[in-house]
DNA sequence: CGAATTTGACCCCA
DNA sequence: TGGGGTCAAATTCG
């Protein structure tokens, strides 16, 4: 759709009728994820790391999820919790960094899945015989959001950022008042675009004429995302897409990670290892 | 130069 | 036998 609106611009009346039909599918998308959500065994509420900034519950494929194909398991090896959390990494919100200090053990490919899985333990496993440890994964189906699976509770009492867990109303539905915000002037907008967006294109898999699989939105810094957004295409020429769209940034996405760039954090070399994939940012 | 990460080898078990 | 988790030497980072 991309590409056909890339071919379409010339056209109002086709450019808003692709630019429709890439929204829906976004809405699309995110209702499905929503669905997968909430499908697939319960899973414990409770989150034992409270700084995290997301909390969808996403199997891992660990034993005890239930969901997952691939199961194997260690019989020696300690039992994962059954909460496994997808996040994103929300640049402006601090990164990964759940409130302890982790140290990269090992990293391995996994059958079946794009990214690697990195493989975290505590700091302090030595200092304090502190013996959690975390794995971290890249999802395939999203690739701005991580799934990661806890392992034991921290005995240390080195818990790095104290951060405090974030306002809950951060990550609510969007009021439908918001949709009522009126957009910055375009003048402003166009050099804040200009000055900040950047589209990364240069380590795309295969066929790099084909259209982005995915993008990623940074939060704003109040958390608040407004439905205005101007979208700037790499290969349109600079030409400027403005979208105004309520359902693009539909309620359905309490996940307001959908919206997220890859920031500053404890992944963050991890995931520049394997930065294939289309990175898009936008402000709002 | 100590700490953290990388990465291939190793180990265990299904 | 092979996948996944861990180890540890080599390398990089600060």
Same mark, same amino acid.
């Given at each position: 759709?991309?590409?056909? $609106?890339? &071919?379409?611009?010339?056209?109002?009346?086709?450019?808003?009728?692709?630019?429709?039909?890439?929204?829906?599918?976004? !809405?699309?998308?995110?209702?499905? $994820?929503?669905?997968?959500?909430?499908?697939?065994?319960?899973?414990? =509420?409770? $989150?034992?790391?409270?700084?995290?900034?997301?909390?969808?519950?996403?199997?891992?494929?660990?034993?005890?999820?239930? !969901?997952?194909?691939?199961?194997?398991?260690?019989?020696?090896?300690?039992?994962? !919790?059954?909460?496994?959390?997808?996040?994103?990494?929300?640049?402006?919100?601090?990164?990964?960094?759940?409130?302890?200090?982790?140290?990269?053990?090992?990293?391995?490919?996994?059958?079946?899945?794009?990214?690697?899985?990195?493989?975290?333990?505590?700091?302090?496993?030595?200092?304090?015989?502190?013996?959690?440890?975390?794995? &971290?994964?890249?999802?395939?189906? %999203? =690739?701005?959001?991580?799934?990661?699976?806890?392992?034991?509770?921290?005995?240390?009492?080195?818990?790095?950022? =104290?951060?405090?867990? =974030?306002?809950? !109303?951060?990550?609510?539905?969007?009021?439908?008042?918001?949709?009522?915000l009126s957009p910055p002037s375009p003048r402003e907008?166009?050099?804040?675009?200009?000055?900040?967006?950047?589209?990364?294109?240069?380590?795309?898999?295969?066929?790099?004429?084909?259209?982005?699989?995915?993008?990623?939105?940074?939060?704003?810094?109040?958390?608040?995302?407004? %439905?205005?957004?101007?979208?700037?295409?790499?290969?349109f020429d600079n030409e400027l897409l403005q979208v105004?769209?309520?359902?693009?940034?539909?309620?359905v996405t309490s996940e307001s990670n959908i919206f997220?760039?890859?920031?500053?954090?404890?992944?963050?070399?991890?995931?520049? %290892?394997?930065?294939?994939?289309?990175?898009?940012?936008?402000?709002?």
């Amino acid at each position: 759709m991309a590409e056909l $609106l890339k &071919v379409s611009l010339h056209s109002p009346e086709a450019r808003d009728f692709y630019i429709q039909k890439i929204l829906s599918s976004y !809405e699309n998308a995110l209702f499905a $994820l929503q669905l997968g959500d909430s499908a697939g065994p319960p899973l414990t =509420p409770a $989150l034992p790391a409270p700084s995290l900034p997301e909390s969808s519950s996403i199997s891992f494929g660990r034993p005890g999820s239930g !969901e997952n194909v691939i199961s194997k398991k260690r019989k020696g090896s300690p039992t994962w !919790e059954d909460e496994v959390r997808t996040f994103n990494d929300n640049g402006l919100d601090g990164n990964n960094d759940d409130g302890y200090n982790w140290r990269k053990y090992g990293q391995k490919d996994i059958q079946g899945a794009k990214f690697p899985r990195s493989y975290y333990r505590c700091s302090y496993r030595n200092a304090q015989n502190c013996f959690a440890t975390k794995q &971290v994964q890249r999802r395939d189906d %999203d =690739p701005t959001k991580f799934e990661i699976a806890y392992n034991g509770k921290h005995t240390c009492n080195h818990s790095a950022s =104290p951060s405090p867990p =974030p306002s809950p !109303e951060k990550y609510e539905i969007m009021p439908t008042h918001h949709q009522k915000l009126s957009p910055p002037s375009p003048r402003e907008t166009l050099s804040n675009l200009r000055a900040n967006l950047s589209v990364n294109t240069s380590n795309l898999d295969g066929d790099s004429n084909t259209a982005p699989s995915s993008f990623s939105f940074p939060s704003t810094s109040s958390g608040l995302m407004e %439905d205005y957004h101007q979208l700037q295409f790499p290969n349109f020429d600079n030409e400027l897409l403005q979208v105004y769209s309520p359902s693009f940034i539909s309620p359905v996405t309490s996940e307001s990670n959908i919206f997220s760039e890859w920031g500053s954090s404890q992944s963050l070399n991890f995931l520049a %290892d394997v930065d294939t994939d289309f990175e898009f940012s936008s402000l709002f």
